[in-house]
């Protein structure tokens, strides 16, 4: 695993991962991006509170990627057994 430090909203913080440093940084500045996005939206917000609501953001996307997801392998698999069941 590697360590490398990034610098997100004015805090540097050391980071342990299993992935590129060009990634890693990259992710750090969409992160950045989105934190100072929010810090615009909302004005005198704390960095903190702005982190948290992008946390809930990206974790909303997840779940709904997650959801749509579970419902097209949901779908492959009843079209599948549909046809296994023809040719059975």
Do not use: F, P
Request: hydrophobic share 40%.
């Amino acid at each position: 695993m590697a360590v490398d430090r990034v610098k997100i909203s004015g805090y540097e913080m050391q980071v342990r991962h299993d992935t590129t440093q060009e990634r890693l940084t990259r992710l750090a500045s969409w992160i950045e991006k989105l934190v100072r996005e929010k810090k615009e939206k909302y004005g005198n917000m704390s960095v903190t509170r702005c982190a948290l609501l992008v946390a809930l953001d990206l974790a909303d996307k997840l779940d709904e990627q997650d959801d749509h997801l579970k419902e097209e392998i949901a779908c492959k698999l009843r079209r599948l057994i549909g046809e296994i069941n023809e040719v059975i």
